[in-house]
């Protein structure tokens, strides 16, 4: 685990523009009451935790042998794996920068933190239960509404918070991220299916859980 923080570490440093500010990485043994009111920022770091499974939201360099044949998306069941960190972006054209806190309701993006690729979703059926496939598609300078999520807390808070039940809603199929124990036999052999269903299901609630969560920009 420290090995992986770490890296991780690293790669904020060389890669976001952090403006000589601090960021708060949250492992998976992090439990204290501080820890859990932790804003999630553009620009943070995270993994996505399904709520029911406790498997991480993940993606690797292996494409569907169906469907669109874009990066798999799955869930993954160990704590300590580097496939499983993501990005919070904004959409593009708006003024959300870094540091900037997430409300209910805004549609944001989410980047894969290894193959740079976006959590991706369209027509294409999922592998296993046939609903709306989640891939990962695009680049850097490559990204569509395809990659657009609209984030929904449950509950009454207003803003993203670290260990606060949320669902992720995509905008171009109406299809909430879910999750399930039906899990891949051979590439992806004890890994969950991931998919969109655009029912709300006990099985489609997240949680932000390990990370590193840049702190809030001041307003100027």
């Known amino acids: 685990m420290a090995l992986a923080f770490l890296g991780l570490s690293i790669f904020l440093f060389l890669n976001l523009d952090l403006d000589g500010t601090s960021f708060s990485p949250v492992s998976a043994s992090s439990s204290s009451a501080s820890d859990s009111a932790l804003e999630i ?36 069941p160990n704590v300590d794996d580097a496939n499983s960190y993501w990005i919070v972006r904004p959409q593009p054209g708006t003024n959300a920068k870094q540091g900037d806190t997430i409300k209910s309701g805004t549609i944001i993006r989410l980047q894969h ?4 690729k976006w959590l991706h979703s369209h027509l294409h059926a999922s592998p296993i239960s046939g609903n709306l496939e989640i891939s990962c598609f695009g680049g850097e300078n490559e990204s569509d509404t395809g990659d657009y999520w609209r984030l929904m ?5 207003k803003t993203w918070k670290q260990d606060q039940r949320i669902r992720l809603q995509h905008v171009d199929t109406q299809g909430y991220l879910h999750s399930h124990d039906k899990k891949y036999q051979r ?14 299901r006990a099985d489609n609630v997240w949680l932000a ?8 920009t001041a307003s100027k």
């Open 41 to 76: 920022t553009y620009g943070s770091v995270i993994k996505l935790m399904h709520e029911r499974t406790k498997y991480r939201l993940h993606s690797h360099d292996v494409p569907y042998g169906s469907g669109s044949g874009q990066q798999s998306v799955t869930g993954f």
């Open 113 to 116: 933190m290894k193959t740079r």
């Open 153 to 157: 807390i449950e509950g009454s808070g």
């Open 187 to 200: 590439i992806a052999g004890g890994q969950q299916e991931v998919c969109g269903v655009r029912e709300k």
């Open 209 to 216: 859980a390990e990370g590193a969560y840049l702190p809030i």
